[in-house]
T-cell receptor
């Protein structure tokens, strides 16, 4: 158990809908990262938050957004869902204070199926 | 961006055999991590190894940052070692870039 929790574990929804994925980082970690794993794109970085502020953006679609709350949990919002958004979404966390504390620990993932 | 290449793409071993998994990267990196993705999809941290050598039980890893590669050694493999092994590098702002993974099957 990495200490990172994600809910829900599975999500099945229809095209055009909107969903919210939730992540709680390890106790004490300030950085939260979101990644998407799909068969065709592999594991890709989406976005990072550090202590409530957006720090880095990767290949995140405009239909997707995220935020990190004062208690450090994070949510990833996916809207106008398309079939191609079906994937495993991971949240990771790290202490993130300095280079020595960047090791990332991954949650169990949320498997999203868009039908 | 940085390129991360892992080899071989697939590996089949008999239980008890040893193996070496390789990760090459195209630019200088701040950090490097090895993960094992089990059949249930969970990503398990194996090593955080920007340079040098580390050992954890039957697994060990070496990163030669100046030559831009890392090796993961698995000794006396077990069926529970099956899964996909990912190398991931942090080259800018701590976000990880992953390789495509190496699928390992250990047969009893």
């Amino acid at each position: 158990d990495s200490g990172v929790t994600q809910t829900p574990k599975h999500l099945i929804t229809a095209t055009g809908q909107r969903v919210t994925l939730r992540c709680s980082p390890r106790s004490g970690d300030l950085s939260v990262y979101w990644y998407q794993q799909s068969l065709d794109q592999g594991l890709q970085f989406l976005i990072q938050y550090y202590n409530g502020e957006e720090r880095a953006k990767g290949n995140i679609l405009e239909r997707f957004s995220a935020q990190q709350f004062p208690d450090l949990h994070s949510e990833l919002n996916l809207s106008s869902l398309e079939l191609g958004d079906s994937a495993l979404y991971f949240c990771a966390s790290s202490l993130g204070r300095d280079r020595a504390s960047y090791e990332q620990y991954f949650g169990p993932g949320t498997r999203l199926t868009v039908t | 961006g940085i390129q991360v290449e892992q080899s071989p793409p697939d590996l089949i071993l008999q239980e008890g055999a040893n193996s070496t998994l390789r990760c090459n990267f195209s630019d200088s990196v701040n950090n490097l991590q090895w993960f094992h993705q089990n059949p249930w999809g969970q990503l398990i941290n194996l090593f955080y190894i920007p340079s040098g050598t580390k050992q954890n039980g039957r697994l060990s890893a070496t990163t030669v940052a100046t030559e831009r590669y890392s090796l993961l050694y698995i000794s006396s493999s077990q069926t529970t070692d099956s899964g996909v092994y990912f190398c991931a590098v942090d080259w800018a702002n701590s976000k990880l870039t992953f390789g495509k993974g190496i699928t390992l099957s250990v047969r009893p």
